[in-house]
């Protein structure tokens, strides 16, 4: 089947599945679709569920490529060790994160059958971090979603904390933003307070801006694509790890 087949069988599940995001995957050898003679790509059955699989661990499982593609090569050499359904098992029993749909189970490996697969739930999702540049919010609509009054939106920007777009305009984190601070406010909190966070992302976000921009750099023609999903996935394990050294260092301030 053609590309477009394939996008079509997979969209239902995945609607931010693009033929750049196929291609992208491709080049990082996670699926090898076999190619005609005028060089077109032609995609079969268990190219398909390949593609499932990876999507779905991205999204539910919260796992980087890398970790994806050596599941897959345990997998396609017999080695894995653990099965999908003791891993969505385990899952369910932490309160469903990382939980595994069943069409993951029928993964096939050139025809065969899906063995056994190591889980290992995440954090935070690559696939959170994909940037939705069609989100334009006015500055009316963002007051009314995030529950805050002009004042406190105009702290948050002086602060740094929020930036409108050239035409005024802003996007959707800037809503879960305010609605955030405004949370943090009732704790006493205030705007010029956050600026410590603000600070260390940035720095957070440059680091992995750093790793990503000699790939960026490459000339061939998915070298976009491949730098965007590397900085997806660097942040993603920053949030995590962030999310873990908050946790242990509130614990240890609590006594625990």
Same mark, same amino acid.
Request: aromatic share 4%; proline share 4%; glycine share 8%.
């Given at each position: ?21 196929? =291609?992208?995957?491709? &080049? ?15 995609? !079969? ?42 891993? =969505? /098992?385990?899952?369910? /029993? ?41 989100? =334009? ?15 406190? %939106? ?30 943090? &406010? ?7 307070? %956050? ?42 394990? &920053?949030?995590?790890? !962030? ?14």
């Amino acid at each position: 089947m053609s590309i477009g087949s394939v996008l079509d069988l997979l969209r239902p599940d995945f609607p931010d599945i693009t033929i750049s995001k196929i =291609r992208f995957l491709e &080049s990082e050898g996670l699926i090898s679709p076999e190619r005609t003679p005028s060089g077109y790509r032609r995609f !079969h059955v268990a190219d398909v569920e390949r593609l499932r699989f990876v999507l779905t661990a991205q999204r539910d499982q919260y796992l980087p490529l890398k970790v994806i593609k050596e599941q897959l090569e345990a997998i396609d050499s017999g080695a894995a060790t653990l099965g999908v359904r003791e891993a =969505r /098992a385990r899952a369910n /029993a932490v309160g469903g994160v990382g939980a595994m749909p069943d069409s993951t189970e029928s993964l096939a490996n050139g025809g065969g059958r899906l063995r056994r697969l190591n889980a290992v739930p995440g954090e935070v999702s690559p696939e959170e971090l994909r940037f939705d540049h069609e989100i =334009r919010i006015t500055r009316a609509d963002l007051l009314d979603q995030a529950g805050i009054d002009e004042k406190f %939106l105009t702290e948050l920007i002086r602060a740094n904390l929020i930036t409108p777009g050239a035409a005024g305009y802003f996007d959707g984190d800037a809503v879960t933003l305010a609605r955030t601070a405004k949370a943090l &406010s009732e704790f006493g909190l205030e705007a010029r307070h %956050l600026r410590a966070f603000k600070l260390a992302a940035d720095r957070e976000a440059a680091m992995v801006a750093q790793i990503a921009a000699p790939i960026a750099k490459s000339r061939d023609a998915d070298a976009r694509a491949r730098a965007e999903e590397t900085v997806r996935e660097l942040a993603a394990l &920053s949030l995590t790890l !962030h999310t873990c050294l908050v946790k242990t260092s509130v614990r240890a301030s609590l006594g625990g």
